[in-house]
């Protein structure tokens, strides 16, 4: 017999579409409507993962012994950090701030390597933003810059913005104008009204160009950052005739030579289109609940990211609580969650990992897996277990349960749960 | 802890809405709930000397959800303005005028306060707005969800089809939790998001749906009447911040005159921080107060509540609205250095964040401050004017009793006005107002007033069957003459002891453990006949104008865990 489960969130990407259509057979997804091709491959192959086998040093071990060891290793640890937090729900994320507290750990997710550069833009002059439907509903004008998301965010054209029709927008397509910046051409760039290529590192330049010509001031150049003047222009006027705007960006443009310097830009530029029309900035957020992680961690310490409680209360330090700079300079143990550090981060940062105690709570075993001293599978976020999760405009959804997880295996939330039981009895 | 049986000794008592007006009595506890008999073996519990009142009722405070939130991003500051490491009963608490929903809770249980309403909730954003709730601990909590924005509450009214707009209201609160109607900038916020501009009067018209601002709140109020909501509507009037604005304040509410209250009460309307929305106008067109106009009209028009929106001087804080264009024009008003967010929610409301420290030395920002106490002392009923600062907008909650001591004590007021803008002694009556509130006002100002006005039955008093929410303050209004010693006011009324559902929360002025509170709220469809009329057109527009799916909306059972239900009485 098939299931049909309509409406289903797909916990991939930050576009969270909440319209995909699963069936189940025999506890098994047989089919995606509605998906990506991202989201396709995610859902029909989620078993794929390897197998889910809780290992205390690369041996077979019960999930009783691992969760024991993996609060010894917290309690025992002078400086633990706690990692990820990105693809999992914000249950989990509550909990794993408790955890934080409770041992002292520093505690940071995956925006620190992706859009920590877009709060610390917003904590210094704010940001208009709104929510994915009324782009959808109101934007003539959209502007991508350093985002490809043909490939990143691949429904993000058909649902919020550039083909999808809305109030104001009733013949889809055609009622916009859509800008891409960027690098290089990609799948994307060829889909707007117009692009501009700009050479790599220069898009603080440009940022500063396109405000000087908005204020009426003239360029004493004639290209700038590799683009023609007249083109900055265009954009430009553009802007101003529109009757709302909005910026679409992403890493090309926290990642890159300027970091927040850049979003601080953008965001002052579009502040100052507000003199003359709507506009407005959204980030392209990656992980499916990044924007969760941001969001959970600052109502519970007042920080989005990089928060140390070895002093019993949250402080806040880039540079030095963020992951990168914790794990390369002076953490002694490390417990990730639902994340890749290894497969992803700078080789010091790898390396001391190797030599310290590392426990992974992921559903799958993935490069961090390697070096973990302990690996406790979990159940998948959205496909076997519910939980609640922040699209990239911080609307919250809350994802289903579509199929059972394997005997014994536990969410995240659970298995945080289980080892702050065993952290309160070490302590006690 | 177990609720035990206690009996409160020798403290003095008030409870207004009973005629208890500091008298020497006992309060007997049992199961959670004041009784009048309780079992020999009750612990005693001493509080001779103390007031013994019943516990404080927040009803607008901006304490969850995303706009929260953004407050915290855009003040890093405020967490280290106030931190207490976590001890053996008690996580952190940090944060002082956005402080995590943790310290939040902490904060107003030592305050006295049990019960605290967040008052503007996106709908769409529901779900993040209760998981802050849930981690706000001990205080009973309820969200008013905004409608006063809202494309389909604009097609109802377009259509005058109240019955239809009444099977709205009740499908929007039983599906995002919500417990009464509030109004942001009606059509304001949408003339915002969609044309970059506001309206100026409750007769500008928006030109997608040909409505007004009058036409949204007499719909809304209607409806609301009728179908018998626990509270009335709950209004942010127009024209937020603008000098003049009290003009438009006081056609707001002439709007809803006519509209006949529920039978269980007299009101239709509450204005909501009316500081904000009590400006005048001076000859040369600048701010000189409102307030004797506005309480002119609220004392002689008995359909209307207002709480005060003081403003607190010289301590930074943050604006947070449902008011997009009125951030904006605040943010402009500050400066190119302020801080702006603007928050538009699809089809249903705006929304702004702009961090803001009012300056004594200010003079619009010194007569703003004295607006807020102004209006208090001008209006006679206490029963119908409610202390807020509408946290954290006109400044920390943490303030209540700096503001109790100005309103007992007009030493305390004329000490104040002298540190302040010399604008407030000619473009205000503040300096001529010789009324001091006595406690039992105060009590009912910021207890039983707006548990009435929230139609909470079992809060704010001490009678047979309220819950036993009870605050214990270490004065003894017979030894201290607080008129004269407004500094006392100020170090005692944060509590001594905090009694919870019969548990104590609070000893010696320290919490002691937390709990989790109820949250409040409507889980009940209108007739069955006209939901599922509304229901057919509502799906469409969700289809069409949302980004989210229909069935993605309502929010599950677990964001609420101690749910409360309170039913309404439609009349027919
Ligand atoms: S765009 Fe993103 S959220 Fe939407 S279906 Fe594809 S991967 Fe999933
Ligand atoms: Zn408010």
């Known amino acids: 017999m098939v299931e049909v489960y309509k409406d289903v969130v797909c916990t991939f990407c930050g576009c969270l579409c909440d319209d995909i259509e699963i069936h189940v057979e025999d506890n098994k997804i047989v089919k995606a409507v509605n998906s990506c091709a991202i989201s396709r491959a995610k859902f029909l192959g989620h078993e794929s993962n390897g197998e889910r086998q809780v290992l205390i040093d690369g041996k077979e071990a019960s999930l009783d012994e691992a969760i024991k060891k993996a609060a010894e290793i917290l309690v025992n640890a002078e400086n633990p950090l706690i990692y990820g937090l990105a693809s999992t729900s914000n249950e989990a994320i509550r909990k794993s701030m408790e955890l934080a507290e409770k041992v002292g750990a520093k505690i940071d997710n995956t925006s620190s390597v992706c859009h920590a550069p877009t709060l610390l833009a917003t904590q210094f002059v704010g940001d208009p933003k709104c929510t994915l439907g009324v782009i959808k509903n109101r934007a003539d004008l959209i502007i991508f810059w350093g985002c490809n998301p043909t490939q990143a965010h691949p429904r993000h054209f058909e649902r919020y913005s550039s083909n999808v029709k809305g109030y104001f927008t009733q013949n889809g397509r055609e009622d916009k104008k859509v800008v891409f910046i960027d690098v290089r051409e990609t799948r994307s760039t060829s889909k707007g009204d117009l692009f501009l290529k700009i050479e790599p590192g220069r898009d603080f330049e440009l940022m500063l160009a396109l405000r000087a010509l908005l204020r009426g001031k003239k360029l004493q150049k004639d290209v700038v950052a590799g683009v023609k003047v007249e083109d900055l222009e265009k954009i430009i006027d553009m802007c101003k005739n529109a009757k709302f705007g909005v910026i679409f960006f992403g890493l090309g443009l926290t990642m890159s030579r300027g970091k927040y310097l850049n979003i601080e830009c953008a965001i002052s530029f579009t502040r100052e289109l507000n003199n003359h029309t709507s506009f407005l900035i959204i980030p392209m957020r990656g992980h499916y609940n990044v924007t969760g992680a941001n969001s959970v961690m600052t109502w519970i310490s007042g920080y989005g990211y990089a928060v140390d409680y070895s002093r019993g209360y949250p402080r806040y330090s880039p540079g030095e609580f963020s992951a990168v700079d914790a794990l390369a300079e002076y953490c002694d143990a490390a417990l990730i969650i639902a994340s890749d550090p290894v497969a992803h981060f700078p080789k010091n940062a790898v390396k001391r990992m190797g030599d310290m105690p590392v426990v992974l709570i992921d559903p799958k075993p993935n490069c961090t897996s390697i070096v973990a001293n302990v690996y406790i599978p979990s159940l998948s976020v959205g496909i076997e277990t519910e939980g609640t999760a922040y699209r990239m405009d911080g609307v919250p959804l809350y994802t289903r349960k579509v199929v059972n997880g394997p005997d014994g295996v536990l969410s995240d939330e659970e298995i945080l749960e289980r080892i702050m039981e065993e952290v309160d009895k070490l302590q006690r | ?572």
Request: net charge negative; proline share 6%.
């Open chain 2, 1 to 572: 802890m177990m609720a035990e049986s206690m009996i409160i000794k020798g403290g003095i008592v008030y409870d207004p809405l009973n005629g208890v007006k500091g008298e020497k009595t006992d309060i007997m506890i049992k199961d959670g709930v004041i009784v009048s008999e309780v079992p020999s073996d009750a612990k005693e519990v001493d509080a001779s000397g103390k007031i013994v009142a019943p516990g404080g009722v927040e009803m607008h405070a901006h304490v969850a959800g995303p706009k929260v939130n953004a407050g915290r991003t855009l003040l890093p500051g405020d967490f280290r303005r106030y931190y207490v490491p976590k001890t053996d009963s008690l996580r952190a608490l940090v944060g002082y005028a956005v402080p995590t929903n943790y310290t939040t809770g902490v904060k107003y249980t030592e305050l006295g306060f049990t019960t605290v309403f967040e008052p503007a909730m996106a709908p769409l954003d529901a779900r993040h707005t209760f998981e802050e709730l849930e981690d706000m601990p001990n205080a009973d909590k309820a969200v008013f969800p905004v409608f006063g924005n809202n494309w389909f509450v604009f097609d109802c009214v377009k259509d005058n089809d109240i019955e239809k707009l009444k099977a709205f209201i009740a499908w929007m609160m039983t599906e995002t939790k919500g417990y009464g109607i509030k109004i942001v900038n009606p059509c304001g916020a949408y003339m915002w998001a969609h044309h970059h501009s506001n309206v100026t009067s409750v007769d500008d018209v928006v030109p997608e749906y040909d409505v007004t601002p009058r036409q949204v709140l007499r719909g809304l109020a209607q409806a609301n009447e009728e179908l018998g909501l626990p509270h009335t509507i709950h209004v942010h009037a127009n024209m937020l911040g603008r000098v003049g604005n009290v003009s438009t304040t006081l056609d707001t509410l002439k709007c809803v005159e006519d509209i006949k209250p529920h039978p269980s009460r007299e009101q239709v309307i509450h204005l909501t921080h009316l500081q904000f929305n009590c400006f005048g106008e001076d000859e040369n067109h600048r701010i000189c107060s409102g307030a004797e106009d506005l309480a002119e009209y609220i004392n002689s028009h008995p359909q209307v509540s207002a709480d005060l929106g003081q403003v607190i001087v010289d301590v930074p804080t943050c604006t947070m609205t449902s008011d997009g264009p009125a951030e904006f024009f605040i943010h402009k008003a500050l400066g190119p250095k302020a801080k702006w967010i603007n928050g538009d929610v699809e089809a249903e409301c705006g929304g702004g964040i702009v961090p803001i420290t009012y300056r004594s030395n200010n003079p619009f920002n010194a007569i703003q401050w004295a607006i807020g106490i102004e209006t208090c002392l001008l209006v006679k009923d206490p029963w119908r004017v409610v202390i807020t600062t509408d946290h954290p907008n006109g400044g920390p909650a943490w303030y209540y009793p700096r503001v109790i001591s100005w309103l007992m004590s007009k030493k305390a007021r004329d000490k104040m006005i002298e540190t302040v803008h010399k604008s407030v002694q000619d473009k205000t009556s503040l300096v001529n107002l010789e009324r001091e509130y006595t406690w039992e006002e105060i009590l009912i100002c910021t207890r039983a007033g707006p548990a009435k006005l929230l139609g909470l039955k079992s809060k704010g008093h001490l009678g047979e069957g309220a819950h036993a929410d009870v605050a214990i303050y270490p004065i003894d209004p017979e030894k201290v003459d607080m008129a004269n010693q407004p500094e006392e006011i100020e170090k005692k009324l944060w509590a001594d002891m905090v009694i919870k559902d019969g548990k104590f929360l609070v000893k010696n002025g320290k919490t002691i453990t937390t709990e989790r509170g109820r949250t409040y709220l409507i889980n009940q469809y209108y007739k069955d006949e006209e939901h599922k009329r509304m229901l057919k057109d509502l799906k469409e527009h969700f289809q069409k104008w949302y980004s989210i799916t229909f069935n993605n909306y309502r929010i599950q059972d677990v964001f609420a865990p101690r749910p409360q239900t309170v039913s309404i009485n439609p009349i027919s």
